[in-house]
Nanobody
Framework: QVLLVESGGGLVQAGGSLRLSCAAS????????MLWYRQAPGKQREMVAR???????TYADSVKGRFTISRDNAKNTVYLQMNSLKPEDTAVYYC???????WGQGTQVTVSS
């Protein structure tokens, strides 16, 4: 079973940047599409960005042009570079794969205005 560990969250002012990491262990994740999700308080979890095994990317409209997803298959790690952060980006961020696996603990991102 793949274990996913997210890191890199924190508190940042609006307009700032953060880089999230998701390290996968227990299996080679290179064949899988990997996704970043987020869940804000009182809201449903939503997909933020997706990257296929061939590095084709897709983004939610709310983050397009500001966030960049990438992957390093040699390190079994997927990244989310977040720029021009807004208070509405505040959420717990999670990664997962297709097919979906066990959820990690997520990493908290808080953007102050």
């Amino acid at each position: 079973q793949v274990l996913l560990v997210e890191s890199g969250g924190g508190l940042v002012q609006a307009g700032g940047s953060l880089r999230l990491s998701c390290a996968a262990s227990g299996s080679n994740f290179s064949p899988y599409t990997m996704l970043w999700y987020r869940q804000a308080p009182g809201k449903q979890r939503e997909m933020v960005a997706r990257i296929t095994r061939t590095s084709t990317t897709t983004y939610a409209d709310s983050v397009k042009g500001r966030f960049t997803i990438s992957r390093d298959n040699a390190k079994n790690t997927v990244y989310l570079q977040m720029n021009s952060l807004k208070p509405e980006d505040t959420a717990v961020y999670y990664c997962n794969s297709i097919p979906i696996g066990a959820w990690g603990q997520g990493t908290q991102v808080t953007v102050s205005s």
